[in-house]
């Protein structure tokens, strides 16, 4: 299957949730001020489709005013949640992750309700939440920076509701390796994907530039999640820039399905070159490829798609 690339132009931290009929779509725009919300029948359409709507606008100050990152949709016992992090333009770094909801059948023209800062135990950089359910037990995942010196790591913990902690948190992963401190050091992105009796967990390392790429962590599906030794780690990434393809800083994923098949949801620039703050630097573009899996049950992403113009 091939897909249009860029998916979608000028939307960073992607997020595809395929439910009802439709591919909903969500990222982070360039101007990092709302959440927008997309849909379309194939992923293919979601590059023209004419079903777009901004369901929320940032503070003009205070909390949630500044840094509107990596909104991700999910269904949760009939509702709708929005799980994104925002910050304080007076303290546009002090970034934390927090909720919507939508009680109403369709997202797109429901209504959505702020659900506030999401607790996690500790008032440091905090960003990236993303939610699963394992065996019954709805689990959180997102980036945490404890100190300059572990930079930002991953954590997890069990929720009682979607919008509460019931565990403390437990440290998944640290930047450790080469790949994953070049420019910061940093692990964040996290998305979940339950295949083949495992959890598997992509993440993103380093800063935002080219050097940007994924590392994966799984655990046995029956082993207790919360238990760091039950997870294993890559070495080297899963998924890195591409000079033959023309690809830069692939990351910041997450998963869906098309016909069956397990679709990687991705960003990336079409250049290497950045001047100034990449993030400052608009033209991280949604992108989507098919990907298969090896003899172990692990994923095989290959290499970031080089650009090229399908159908919708």
Same mark, same amino acid.
């Given at each position: ?69 990596? +909104?991700?949709?999910?269904?949760? #016992? *009939?509702?709708?949640? =929005?799980?994104?992090? /925002? !910050? &304080? ?100 992105? +996290?998305?979940?994907?339950?295949? #083949? *009796?495992?959890?598997? =967990?992509?993440?993103? /390392? !380093? &800063? ?105």
């Amino acid at each position: 299957m091939d897909y249009n690339n860029p998916l979608v132009e000028q939307r960073a931290d992607p997020w595809v949730l395929n439910i009802g009929g439709y591919y909903y779509f969500t990222a982070s725009v360039p101007e990092y001020d709302r959440i927008e919300l997309r849909r379309a029948k194939t992923i293919n359409g979601l590059t023209n489709t004419k079903e777009v709507k901004t369901i929320w606008q940032c503070h003009k100050s205070g909390e949630m005013s500044c840094h509107i990152w990596a +909104p991700e949709l999910h269904r949760i #016992n *009939g509702e709708w949640y =929005i799980y994104f992090t /925002a !910050s &304080d333009k007076s303290d546009k770094w002090q970034i934390r992750p927090y909720a919507l909801k939508c009680s109403d059948k369709d997202p797109l023209s429901g209504k959505w309700e702020e659900c506030g800062r999401i607790d996690i135990g500790a008032e440091t950089f905090s960003l990236d939440m993303t939610v699963f359910e394992n065996r019954g037990r709805l689990y959180a995942v997102w980036a945490q920076k404890f100190s300059e010196t572990t930079g930002s790591v991953l954590c997890i913990a069990e929720m009682k509701d979607p919008l509460t902690l019931s565990t403390k948190p437990i440290i998944l992963t640290v930047p450790e390796y080469d790949w994953e401190c070049q420019g910061f050091k940093v692990n964040e992105g +996290p998305a979940v994907l339950l295949r #083949n *009796g495992k959890v598997l =967990i992509t993440y993103s /390392a !380093s &800063d935002t530039g080219w050097r940007y790429c994924m590392g994966l962590l799984w655990a046995n599906a029956g082993d207790d999640l919360l238990d760091p030794s039950s997870w294993n780690k890559s070495k080297k990434p899963v998924f890195s820039t591409s000079d033959k393809n023309r690809q830069y800083g692939p990351g910041h994923n997450c998963f869906t399905t098309d016909n069956g098949r397990d679709v990687l949801i991705y960003h990336s620039r079409s250049y290497k070159n950045i001047t100034g703050d990449p993030l400052e630097d608009p033209n991280r573009h949604a992108r989507a490829k098919i990907f298969d899996y090896d003899e172990n049950g692990l994923p095989i992403f290959g290499e970031p798609t080089a650009e090229r113009k399908i159908s919708c």
